[in-house]
């Protein structure tokens, strides 16, 4: 993995560490990209894996796993309110 993706990684672990990672990215987006993130993360024809791809492309690194988290509620974006 190339280093700026571990230093990205990094910037988003520790604004995130009291959010979830989705959201972090989502408030970090124009408002175009944050509705197109919102609607992929909707849209249950793609996949986390497809997400987590497709971000890390535009050099946002986020997991798999993270992005079904949140998808399925169970990240702090739902649990906490
Ligand atoms: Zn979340």
Redesign the pocket.
């Known amino acids: 993995m190339p280093l700026s993706d571990d230093l990205e990684k990094l910037q988003f672990a520790r604004s995130s560490r009291r ?5 972090t990215i989502l408030e970090s987006l124009d408002s175009a990209d944050k509705l197109a993130l919102e609607n992929a993360l909707n849209n249950l024809n793609f996949s986390g894996a497809q997400i987590s791809r497709i971000l890390k492309e535009n050099n946002i690194v986020i997991g798999s796993s993270t992005v079904n ?2 998808r399925k ?1 169970d ?4 649990v906490a309110q």
Do not use: E, Q, R, T
Request: proline share 0%.
């Open positions: 959010s979830c990672l989705v959201k988290k949140h509620k990240c702090c974006c739902h």
